[in-house]
């Protein structure tokens, strides 16, 4: 025993009842009144006491992890569990780690890696952090740099990086803990690099203003070459080629490189022809006055009012104006093809203040088709906190063994890891609101796990969260509105 735990026993506190006192006394602290070098020394001291912080937190993730996984260990060497109930186990406890530090379950592997190397493998660094002489991004660098090194090289490393550990920038300490590694360790550099060759992929992330980002992760030699074709490509666009017609439509191409690059790159990942449409499905839900403004009534109707609301599941918001802009391309595109339909109509059912998805039942065992779409459509993302991984599975809360029904309020849409997470140990989840409950409500699921306790899910507004509240309207539908109800109902 510790002298310090010896301290909080004769003291009766416990850690974490004096470290929600910390908590408090930071969360009151004031700067009113301060001067500029108190208000400048406040915010060293806080950037210190991150540092500072953040130490402790690796030192109690570490145990918590070993102690679980020891036990784990001891349980699947005495036969008592199965190799892959072991696996089970040893991931969920980390998917606890996720929900205590409110993030998703891979920052959460992250975290603990790097908790385990600090503790066990870089004293130096760690000594600097918990001094709060560096921060946690800091310390991460020197943890990802030195992640391919024996425990015995990493001493080293560290060792070696200690002198500038404080000073250099974050680029700089990258650099160093890299020659560090070369120097030690040439073979364990070069395969990492293979391995990193093998995890290539290609992701996307919403943007603001309505724009995504596509990120291409590959070989460095790869990605590079691929930029430099699509320049040469952009720049040779400008260059004569004798064709009037080619010349003149070069010319008169309004858009700059940035542009015409993206453009170019776009449509060849895809396989499609210079403005041609997606040939995917996109969903974006609207109220039907987004499609048809003039149907409108009450008060924001018009054009671009403020009852333009559109969501890209998953994504995030669109205004009605580019709603608008790409349905009137597909129609457009449609009509260019003979009337190929390329424009689908969906009616999708909401509680009167207009917020949240209405579920409908199934007989089905298994979640498909429209039941399925409607849960993807309502939950968006994972429906765990902090997750925010695409939905992979759409699972039963209670279990069909246990007499869960195949419907929409029994069901949730997780990621493929949380989605085997609920099977583990001591992990339960329990509909606490179907969302068709008198008095309205979201879909709420509460899961509960060992350690973490209880975790409310909760699914988002139709529309996303941000967005004013709505009232139910109440009154007969315009004659443009039952047109368009119709419209829909023959769709």
């Given amino acids: 025993m510790t002298q310090q735990s010896i301290t909080d026993q004769v003291s009766g506190t416990t850690v974490p009842g004096r470290l929600r006192t910390v908590l408090a ?3 009151a602290t004031g700067v009113d009144g301060l001067t500029e070098v108190e208000l400048l020394e406040v915010v060293a001291l806080l950037e210190m006491t991150k540092g500072a912080a953040a130490a402790a937190q690796a030192r109690a993730t570490a145990r918590f992890v070993e102690e679980r996984d020891t036990r784990v260990a001891e349980m699947a060497a005495a036969e008592e569990i199965s190799r892959r109930e072991a696996s089970l186990r040893r991931r969920a406890t980390r998917s606890e780690v996720a929900l205590a530090r409110r993030c998703s379950p891979g920052q959460a592997d992250r975290h603990v890696g790097a908790a385990r190397a600090l503790v066990h493998e870089l004293p130096g660094t760690m000594a600097a952090l918990t001094a709060g002489e560096i921060s946690e991004w800091r310390a991460t660098i020197v943890v990802r740099e030195t992640a391919c090194l024996s ?8 060792r070696r990086l200690a002198g500038g550990l404080r000073d250099l920038g974050d680029r700089a300490l990258a650099a160093a803990a890299h020659r560090a590694c070369v120097d030690l360790d040439q073979e364990s550099v070069v395969e990492r690099r293979r391995r990193a060759a093998a995890s290539r992929h290609v992701s996307v992330r919403p943007a603001p203003d309505g724009m995504a980002w596509l990120s291409i992760l590959g070989p460095l030699v790869d990605v590079v070459g691929a930029h430099v074709a699509l320049r040469a490509a952009e720049q040779a666009r400008h260059v004569a080629t004798g064709d009037p017609q080619a010349d003149a439509a070069a010319a008169a191409d309004p858009r700059g490189r940035g542009a015409w690059m993206a453009d170019t790159a776009l449509e060849l990942l895809s396989g499609r022809a210079p403005g041609q449409p997606q040939p995917v499905e996109i969903g974006l839900v609207m109220r039907e006055g987004v499609l048809l403004p003039g149907g409108r009534s009450g008060a924001g109707a018009g054009a671009g009012g403020a009852d333009d609301e559109v969501e890209v599941p998953g994504h995030g918001a669109l205004a009605g104006d580019l709603a608008r802009e790409h349905v009137l391309r597909l129609l457009d595109a449609g009509d260019d093809r003979d009337g190929e339909t390329a424009l689908w109509l969906r009616r999708l059912w909401t509680a009167p203040a207009g917020r949240d998805l209405v579920a409908v039942d ?15 459509l309502r939950d968006a993302t994972c429906r765990v906190p902090w997750c925010d991984a695409p939905v992979r599975e759409v ?16 069901g949730m ?6 989605n085997l997470d609920k099977e583990a140990p001591g992990w339960r989840a329990e509909v606490i609101s179907t969302g068709l409950d008198p008095g309205g409500g979201s879909h709420e699921v509460r899961l509960t796990t ?5 975790v409310r899910c909760l699914a988002p507004p139709l529309l996303g969260l941000g ?21 829909l109902d023959a769709a």
Wanted: proline share 7%.
């Fill in 25 to 27: 006394e930071v969360s």
């Fill in 151 to 158: 425990p015995e090289h990493r001493r080293e490393a560290d």
């Fill in 362 to 376: 199934s007989r089905q065992r298994i979640f498909a088709g429209r039941l399925r779409r409607l849960i993807e």
């Fill in 395 to 410: 699972d039963h809360v209670r279990p069909v063994a246990r007499g869960g029904e195949t419907s929409a309020s029994n």
């Fill in 413 to 418: 849409g997780v990621c493929q890891r949380h």
């Fill in 450 to 454: 060992p350690a973490a306790g209880d």
């Fill in 467 to 487: 967005r004013r509240e709505r009232r139910p309207v109440v009154g007969q539908p315009s004659a443009l509105e039952a047109r368009l109800l119709a419209l």
